[in-house]
């Protein structure tokens, strides 16, 4: 098992940078893909950014943050990182990291066996 929390959120102006940290207990950290997910007021919770475990060789993106959002991982401390540059409006929501025991990274948020509480991202134009 694995519990998790995410720090780095805050309010930020358009066009500005935010990096989001996800610490994870336990000795396996290693051994889960993760993944970043958000949820705006009123929306379904949707798919960020996600890497593989080990690694981390494989990354994935939504079509809405790629080549402006990086994941990457330490696994010496635990922790997935969510770089997130030329921030916009519509990135305003609570961004949660999830773990996946399964070497293989997916989009949808219910295959992920555990979840952060979640921080909140605001920019504002």
């Known amino acids: 098992q694995v519990q998790l929390a995410e720090s780095g959120g805050g309010l930020v102006q358009a066009g500005g940078s935010l990096r989001l940290s996800c610490a994870a207990s336990g000795r396996t950290f290693s051994s889960y893909a993760m993944g970043w997910f958000r949820q705006a007021p009123g929306k379904e919770r949707e798919f960020v950014a996600a890497?593989?475990?080990?690694?981390?060789?494989?990354?994935r993106y939504a079509d809405s943050v790629k080549g402006r959002f990086t994941i990457s991982r330490d696994n010496a401390k635990n922790t997935v990182y969510l770089q997130m540059n030329s921030l916009k409006s519509e990135d305003t929501a609570v961004y949660y990291c999830?773990?996946?025991?399964?070497?293989?990274?997916?989009?949808?948020?219910?295959?992920?066996?555990?979840w952060g509480q979640g921080t909140q991202v605001t920019v504002s134009s």
């Open positions: 890497i593989s475990r080990s690694d981390g060789t494989t990354t």
């Open positions: 999830a773990a996946r025991d399964n070497p293989f990274i997916v989009v949808v948020p219910t295959r992920y066996d555990y």
